[in-house]
């Protein structure tokens, strides 16, 4: 006689585990390139456009917005020149579904969840963190003598007030500028790595602070 399995119900359906997203080899290459520092982020858009005409199933690994982007060009319905300033803009924020987990992950090692809406905000987090790890290692090349920490926060004190107003305005919440300063100079930063991971989470506690008051 058959039986039908039985369903637990014990177990919410958003906790169901999804099948988990890989990324293209070609593509996880032009990522450990830029992080190397091989070449730029400039440089990587083109490349994947010129990469995609021969291995197309690298778009797979893409976001959609990106994907049809750069099917745009090669379709040759998009004007290159407002492909390069739409795909510039698109690839700024991009982050693959895999760096999204592992901010995720983070988070949740301390004790912080997001739902699926939130999650969405990590990209745009990323990106500015990002844009100030950039700006201050242009300053901390031609000082290394300094530490890494000491130099790091002599440099974001003086942002502090634009760097507030630039996370109100992408995340919607009013961010509290004595907060934030008080959250990043409390951290200890060795290198530039740990400068974007560390201000990128408290970026989304903030959010999540002004959000849930």
């Not at 014990?10 to 070449?39: T, Y």
């Not at 492909?83 to 760096?99: A, C, K, N, Q, V």
């Amino acid at each position: 006689m058959w039986y039908r399995k039985a369903i637990d119900t014990s177990k919410p359906p958003f906790e169901i585990d999804e099948p988990e997203v890989k990324m293209h080899p070609l593509l996880a290459n032009l990522h450990q390139r830029i992080e190397s520092g091989e070449i730029s982020e400039v440089e990587f858009f083109p490349t994947l456009v010129a990469m995609a005409r021969d291995y197309p199933e690298i778009l797979d690994s893409v976001s959609p917005p990106l994907k049809q982007a750069v099917l745009g060009i090669l379709n040759q319905s998009t004007r290159p020149a407002d492909f390069l300033s739409d795909l510039l803009e698109r690839g700024s924020t991009y982050m693959h579904p895999i760096e999204i987990d592992e901010v995720q992950g983070r988070l949740e090692g301390n004790g912080i969840r997001l739902d699926a809406k939130e999650r969405e905000l990590i990209p745009l987090f990323r990106k500015v963190a990002n844009q100030i790890d950039s700006d201050w290692f242009e300053t901390y090349e031609n000082e290394m003598s300094q530490p890494v920490d000491d130099h790091f926060k002599n440099f974001i004190v003086y942002i502090i007030p634009n760097l507030t107003y630039e996370l109100s305005s992408i995340s919607g919440q009013k961010i509290d500028r004595d907060e934030l300063e008080q959250m990043i100079l409390s951290e200890t930063y060795n290198n530039d790595e740990e400068i974007r991971n560390k201000i990128e989470i408290i970026f989304i506690k903030l959010y999540l602070e002004a959000k849930n008051k």
